[in-house]
Nanobody
Framework: QVQLVESGGGLVQTGDSLRLSCVAA????????MGWFRQPPGQERECVAA????????YYADSVKGRFTISRDSAKNIVYLQMNSVKPEDTSVYYC???????????????????WGQGTQVTVSS
């Protein structure tokens, strides 16, 4: 089972940039999908960005397209979420998650991800 630890959250102002990191302990196969999720208060958890470890598929929620970028460092088993031009509505706890499957399925559904980090808080002030 892959264990995940997020870092990089904090308090920023509208328009600022922030980079979240997720360190994965354990073997990551090319078929695995790593994702960043958030769950604002009173709302369902949503995927903001995801990628297949092989590098041949990425996903972005419409709300973050053009502002957020997901990337990985395969040598260090780290997934990043670069957040640019942040907005107050980006305020949330951000979670890193992994779908550990040998099957190449493109998915950003939270229920398809089995291992989750503890989350890191991002607060954007207006």
């Amino acid at each position: 089972q892959v264990q995940l630890v997020e870092s990089g959250g904090g308090l920023v102002q509208t328009g600022d940039s922030l980079r979240l990191s997720c360190v994965a302990a354990g073997r990551i196969l090319d078929s695995y999908i790593m994702g960043w999720f958030r769950q604002p208060p009173g709302q369902e958890r949503e995927c903001v960005a995801a990628l297949r470890w092989s590098g041949d598929w990425t996903y972005y929620a419409d709300s973050v397209k053009g502002r957020f970028t997901i990337s990985r460092d395969s040598a260090k088993n780290i997934v990043y979420l670069q957040m640019n031009s942040v907005k107050p509505e980006d305020t949330s706890v951000y979670y890193c998650a992994v779908r550990q499957s040998l099957y190449y399925k493109n998915t950003a559904e939270p229920s398809d991800f089995g291992s989750w980090g503890q989350g890191t808080q991002v607060t954007v002030s207006s």
